[in-house]
């Protein structure tokens, strides 16, 4: 079946570096797209999300680049902090159901 | 405001125990779904209801049922507990079906059936 995948497992940054968490999905068909953060323990929290008819949407900190050429996805985070440690999903919907990739695990060092 | 509210947060079963997962949410939300977690994969869908009084199978339905007992509540149930549900499982819900539109998650189900 269709899928969504992430490149890199674990991504370790420094303190007030940026981060780019990216993801690849699979559906052509797929005209929306969420980005969300888990952190231990908790649920899956909205970040951000783009439709196919954008390239780049920006929020606080957080920006999602979009290329549909590729089917690729990017999260990239700016000045990441300590709070910014969780895993990230991508998630797309080719069928009114969200898929969800595996998730990235991103860590913050001081 | 709570949003989507989970209980009970941890549960352990046999092999062969039944039990009902509850799930609320207080935002007026038109759909709901539930999801499990396993490690090293993304949240699959294993049923979902669109509007009050309609439920539909998800990717992953095998062994599970569900109710939309009204418009705030989804529960899922195990009839019959089996190892392969140990799972972390997340009830979520969204204003409209089919409208692309972000879920709202519950902080989660911890279920261990040994």
């Known amino acids: 079946g269709e899928s969504v995948g992430l490149h890199l497992p674990t991504l370790s940054v420094q303190e007030g570096d940026n981060s780019i968490i990216n993801c690849a999905y699979s559906?052509?068909?797929?005209?929306?797209f969420i980005w969300y953060k888990q952190e231990s323990g908790k649920g899956p929290q909205f970040i951000i999300d783009i439709r196919s008819n954008m390239d780049k949407r920006q929020g606080q900190r957080v920006t999602v680049l979009l290329n549909k050429t590729v089917k690729h996805l990017s999260l990239q985070i700016a000045a990441t902090q300590p709070g910014d440690s969780a895993v990230y999903f991508c998630?797309?919907?080719?069928?009114?159901?969200?898929?969800f990739g595996a998730g990235t695990r991103l860590a913050v060092h001081p | 405001n709570a949003g989507v509210t989970q209980t009970p947060k941890f549960q352990v079963l046999k092999t062969g125990q039944s039990m009902t997962l509850q799930c609320a949410q207080d935002m007026n939300h038109n759909s709901m779904y539930w999801y499990r977690q396993d490690p090293g994969m993304g949240l699959r869908l294993i049923y979902y209801s669109a509007s009050e009084g309609t439920t539909d199978k998800g990717e992953v339905p095998n062994g599970y049922n569900v109710s939309r007992l009204n418009k705030r509540e989804f529960s899922l149930r195990l009839e019959s507990a089996a190892p392969s549900q140990t799972s972390v499982y997340f009830c979520?819900?969204?204003?409209?079906?089919?409208?692309?539109?972000?879920?709202?998650f519950g902080s989660g189900t911890q279920l261990s059936v040994l």
């Open positions: 559906n052509s068909a797929s005209d929306y």
């Open positions: 998630a797309e919907t080719p069928s009114n159901k969200l898929i």
């Open positions: 979520a819900s969204s204003e409209m079906w089919g409208e692309n539109e972000k879920l709202f």
